[in-house]
């Protein structure tokens, strides 16, 4: 575990989690690849928080290695779980996970995925969009970024110059530029995200899977809108 900025920490691992600490209590960012709960609860411990401690657990988007251990985290914090309406259905299981986008040209591995992505399902407490973050800190605002999934969000905090917690929306380049990444495609609802991110002002980026970009995070997404419009 690592801590980013003021009471966020990242939990580093295939996809990272995160936890973002305050006044109020604490919330989780994504729970990583199941069986993975024990690092997340392990994390909380080295900070000085305890289960019961935590008021929220918020889920960019349903795929297995970002809600993973969603379930059995409810259930040892008792916390409410958050997620968008387009992605919850997924979430609680009443249908399939969506397919990341780059298999959509390759169907053969849709099989295998589909394994790969059986998690158990959790209920939903809250639906959560722009402008409505029930269950979530003043300072932590949800910004709407389908494209990677139909109801993918992202979440920036009102910390440190602006932290984006970006999940899968995007990732970030050994040159600290912003891109797509290799498990996204070029759709007009993904690219339609990416310039809506580079409307907020962030200082920090972090994403599920690539390295952070530190300092003029914004100015990178700009970047990124500006070669896609």
């Not at 029930?134 to 993918?152: K, N, Y």
Request: proline share 7%; charged share 20%.
């Amino acid at each position: 575990m690592q801590q980013i900025a003021s009471g966020v920490y990242q939990i580093r691992s295939i996809s990272n989690a995160y936890i973002v600490d305050g006044d109020s209590g604490v919330v989780l960012v994504d729970t990583g690849m199941p069986k993975r709960h024990g690092a997340v609860l392990g994390a909380l411990g080295e900070i000085g928080r305890k289960p019961e401690q935590v008021t929220a657990i918020a889920i960019t988007h349903a795929h297995a290695d970002h809600s993973g251990n969603a379930a059995i985290l409810s259930r040892e914090t008792d916390a409410p779980v958050v997620a968008s309406s387009l992605d919850a259905p997924a979430l609680r299981g009443e249908v399939e996970y969506p397919s990341p986008p780059f298999l959509d040209g390759l169907p053969f591995l849709l099989p295998l995925y589909r394994r790969m992505s059986r998690v158990e399902s959790v209920e939903i407490d809250n639906i959560v969009e722009e402008g409505r973050t029930p269950a979530l800190p003043p300072d932590m605002q949800v910004i709407a970024t389908p494209g990677h999934t139909p109801g993918h969000i992202s979440f920036l905090l009102d910390r440190d110059g602006g932290i984006l917690l970006v999940g899968d929306a995007a990732v970030a380049t050994k040159k600290g530029r912003a891109r797509r990444g290799w498990m996204n495609r070029s759709t007009s609802t993904f690219d339609a995200s990416i310039c809506h991110i580079a409307e907020y002002d962030f200082e920090l980026a972090y994403f599920a899977h690539s390295r952070p970009l530190r300092g003029g995070a914004s100015q990178a997404f700009r970047q990124l809108a500006a070669s896609i419009r």
